[in-house]
């Protein structure tokens, strides 16, 4: 189907720990994994995203993993900080390359 | 210029009136797409514009009409708006290309429909 599931759908940590969300999708076809940070009141941010010819990329404390044969995306956060607090949408194109479709979100809250 | 703007920020409007929300950008990006946003919820795609032609209509209520005058800019027509309309709208916009890519988007315009 189109759907992406996304899970937690929310995230407790205390500060400096690390976080980990993911998100399945069902469409071999999909070739694309963005993750999207949204702060309260806020737009949506591409953090970080990754292509199906790699397995895993970093950013600094982001890291996305992705494993084509078990259909499913991980965002990693370490060392996690109060700012990170906001709701992590992931996504996958669908029906073409301009559409995304999004996960229903993972509500991060990091407490100090 | 790296920014999608969005104007207004916000709008409340009632179920008679007729409205438009507007969206620019200068990053030569040739896809821009309006999405709808509840609370608590993803962003969900209505429609979307590939070189200034309209690609994907998610099946969206014709009280909604979008226009792309030109490369840079985006608007969304509003008339005979239902409550249950009300929500943040989301303006983005991408390089376009067949390769998928990231999506900018705006900071939203907040709208109530009385």
């Known amino acids: 189907g189109e759907n992406v599931e996304q899970h937690p759908s929310t995230l407790s940590v205390q500060e400096g720990d690390s976080a980990v969300i993911k998100c399945t999708y069902s469409d071999s076809a999909s070739n694309y994994f963005p993750w999207y940070k949204q702060e309260l009141g806020k737009r949506p941010q591409l953090i970080i995203d990754i292509r199906s010819n790699v397995g895993e990329k970093k950013d600094q404390r982001i890291a996305v993993t992705l494993n084509k044969t078990a259909k499913h995306f991980s965002l990693h956060i370490t060392e996690t900080q109060p700012e990170d607090s906001a709701v992590y949408f992931c996504?996958?194109?669908?029906?073409?390359?301009?559409?995304?479709?999004f996960g229903a979100g993972t509500r991060l809250a990091v407490h100090p | 210029d790296t920014e999608v703007t969005q104007t207004p920020k916000h709008l409340v409007m009632g179920m008679t009136n007729k409205k438009s929300l507007k969206c620019e950008q200068h990053?030569?990006?040739?896809?821009m797409y309006w999405y709808k946003q509840k609370a608590k919820k993803p962003p969900e795609l209505m429609f979307v514009y590939s070189y200034e032609k309209l690609s994907i209509n998610e099946s969206v209520p014709s009280r909604f009409s979008p226009e792309c005058p030109n490369s840079s800019l985006l608007n969304l027509h509003l008339h005979a708006l239902q409550p249950e309309d009300s929500a943040l709208y989301l303006c983005a916009s991408s390089q376009g290309r067949e390769l998928a890519s990231e999506q900018f988007f705006g900071p939203g315009t907040r709208l109530t429909v009385l």
């Open positions: 990053m030569g990006h040739r896809a």
């Open positions: 996504a996958r194109p669908s029906g073409g390359y301009n559409k995304l479709i």
